[in-house]
């Protein structure tokens, strides 16, 4: 009796014991199901290096983790700078992607090995061949034309025509521009070769610093400034530039802007330079599922809409219409080449400007 007892009792510890290591191996898959789900929500990131400091961009990153939960990091610097860091960085780089305000610099960073490309369909539609880099590496996400402001009360639109007449002698000291350095002149300099070749655009280049009405100083909204205060009588300045002088908080600025004009030059040649702010998927990228979740939002006709009328540029996307500032100023023709060229040719650019005392 007293054996049969004794083996009931440990019948029973044994049961006991099983059903508590059942309950503590139940409890530990539980524990380590709930940390794989952290882990991953954890891991709904992208992280973003940018130049571009636009309110507008805050509010579209904003609102693609409101509707994805994926959260975006932002490293803003200058687009050199970030370039060489992730040169820097390489294989240990956090960055996903890589925004500038030049297709000059994407073509740069891809050159550099930085970038790998985008299968998307999405993309392909919603961004125009000549605003993306041939092999998928970058896309552009907003555009700019580099125009000719003149002063209302001393220029007759009439008299403007083209990028090449200001190097007519009628133009002498009335010239205002940035200087060499920027990569916005280099990148105009860089389409000149692309469509006429390095001759006639060093031709160009001299021209226009004999046309000069000052060294080259300041930057795009301090040329506009000049010229109202007659310095100059033209100038050479990227679209957006005027936009954000026009709704500017600043009522010198404002003033400022609304006593020039845009012209379109090239209209019924090779057409209006055109640049973009691009985007490229690092070739590091360890979230590249969302970051290209990130580039196709930034494509689409809703983010789109918001850079043409909060930011004052042109939607890369052929889908959606300019803001209505920008309609004021007239449908205009862009040059017709590939935006990758502009990289291509920046380094002669640089050259022909070094070479005609472009300072």
């Not at 990569?183 to 610093?209: C, D, H, M, P, T």
Request: a negative charge; charged letters at 25%.
């Amino acid at each position: 009796m007293k054996k049969r007892s004794l083996i009931i009792t440990l019948s029973c510890i044994l049961i006991f014991s099983l059903l508590a290591l059942a309950g503590c191996s139940s409890t530990q898959e539980t524990a380590q199901a709930d940390n794989k789900e952290a882990i991953s929500k954890e891991e709904e990131v992208v992280n973003l290096y940018t130049n571009r400091h636009y309110d507008t961009d805050e509010q579209l990153l904003q609102l693609f983790t409101e509707e994805t939960g994926i959260k975006v990091n932002v490293v803003k610097g200058n687009s050199d700078e970030l370039i060489e860091r992730l040169e820097r960085e390489g294989k240990d780089t956090k960055a996903d992607l890589l925004i500038t305000a030049d297709a000059g610099r994407l073509h740069r960073a891809k050159e550099k090995g930085l970038l790998q490309p985008v299968s998307s369909e999405v993309l392909l539609n919603n961004i125009p061949e000549n605003l993306r880099d041939k092999d998928k590496e970058w896309f552009g996400l907003t555009v700019r034309g580099r125009v000719i402001v003149y002063s209302k009360d001393r220029v007759n639109p009439s008299e403007l025509s083209t990028y090449e007449d200001l190097t007519n002698s009628k133009w002498k000291g009335k010239i205002l521009v940035r200087s060499s350095s920027n990569i916005y002149n280099q990148s105009l300099l860089a389409s000149f070769i692309a469509i006429n070749g390095e001759e006639k655009a060093k031709e160009w280049a001299k021209g226009l610093v004999e046309n000069m009405a000052r060294d080259p100083q300041g930057n795009d909204r301090a040329q506009a400034t000049a010229v109202v205060a007659g310095e100059g009588d033209l100038a050479i300045m990227n679209t957006y530039y005027i936009g954000k002088m026009l709704n500017s908080s600043n009522p010198e600025e404002v003033k400022v802007a609304q006593n020039v004009g845009v012209f379109f030059p090239n209209q019924a040649t090779t057409g209006t330079h055109i640049n973009v702010s691009g985007i490229g998927l690092t070739k590091y990228s360890k979230n590249k599922e969302n970051a290209i979740k990130l580039i196709e939002f930034l494509s689409s006709e809703k983010a789109q809409k918001q850079f043409a009328e909060a930011n004052y540029e042109y939607p890369a996307n052929p889908k959606v219409e300019p803001s209505e500032l920008l309609k004021s100023w007239g449908e205009f023709k862009p040059q017709n080449i590939n935006l990758s060229k502009l990289g291509e040719y920046n380094q002669k650019a640089v050259e022909i400007f070094n070479e005609v005392g472009w300072k």
